[in-house]
């Protein structure tokens, strides 16, 4: 199984402010991860996939990169809606696996 | 508009099934694999299973082998998950997914609201 380490567990930032998420893989995945957004009670979005790829209608504040063990995912300035969890999950191997998860919360 | 509802969720006690359904709607169903995937209160997501487009093919995490069920019935439009001898640590919100197409089909481009489903005495 591919394990899906997320750093840093919670991201106190405020609006305007850059953030940097992290997710590491053991083993390696090559490009294919994705990245997802979750708010309170609602369901997960999808943001990029294979490592880099902007989704239908996310802003371009929203950027992957990475392959290997090694991926992140970059907003740029924070804007108050994307306050939230969020989620890097791998299609290289069954079962999909996904990471515990990094918060970011407004600081 | 893409939309995918769940239902059937509900309280059942351990040892007892339950079935969910995902009612799809606004796409062509039987071009896309789907999925169940699970959010127990408060934790993180974790994939369960998944169908292929023609239901020739299924794939499941080890917790729910040989427990849960996938299936479809691409004429109504329709994703099931049929869940026996349930525990306590299958209690979560159910969500129901679409798979991006190929070669991105094991990504969630879609989500349902999601069902809740509790185990417990």
């Known amino acids: 199984e591919i394990v899906l380490t997320q750093s840093p567990a919670t991201l106190s930032l405020s609006p305007g402010e850059g953030a940097t998420l992290s997710c590491r893989a053991s083993p390696p995945i090559s490009i294919y991860l994705a990245w997802y957004q979750q708010k309170p009670g609602q369901a997960p979005r999808l943001l990029i996939f294979?490592?880099?790829n902007r989704a239908t209608g996310i802003p371009a504040r929203f950027s992957g990169s990475g392959s290997g063990t090694d991926f992140t995912l970059t907003i740029s300035s924070l804007e108050p809606e994307d306050f939230a969890v969020y989620y890097c999950?791998?299609?290289?191997?069954?079962?999909?696996?996904f990471g515990p998860g990094t918060k970011v919360d407004i600081k | 508009e893409v939309q995918l509802v769940e239902s059937g969720g509900g309280l059942v006690q351990p040892g007892g099934s339950l079935r969910l359904s995902c009612a799809a709607s606004g796409f062509t169903f039987s071009r896309y694999w789907m999925h169940w995937v699970r959010q127990a209160p408060g934790k993180g997501l974790q994939w369960v299973a998944k169908?292929?487009?023609?239901?020739?093919?299924?794939e499941y995490v080890d917790s729910v082998k040989g427990r849960f069920t996938i299936s479809r019935d691409n004429s109504k439009n329709s994703l099931y998950l049929q869940m026996n001898s349930l525990r306590a640590e299958d209690t979560a919100v159910y969500y129901c997914?679409?798979?991006?197409?190929?070669?991105?089909?094991?990504?969630?481009?879609?989500w349902g609201q999601g069902t809740l489903v509790t185990v417990s005495s």
């Open positions: 997914a679409r798979g991006m197409l190929a070669p991105h089909d094991r990504f969630f481009e879609f």
């Open positions: 294979d490592a880099s």
């Open positions: 999950q791998q299609r290289h191997t069954w079962p999909l696996t």
């Open positions: 169908i292929k487009v023609d239901g020739s093919e299924e």
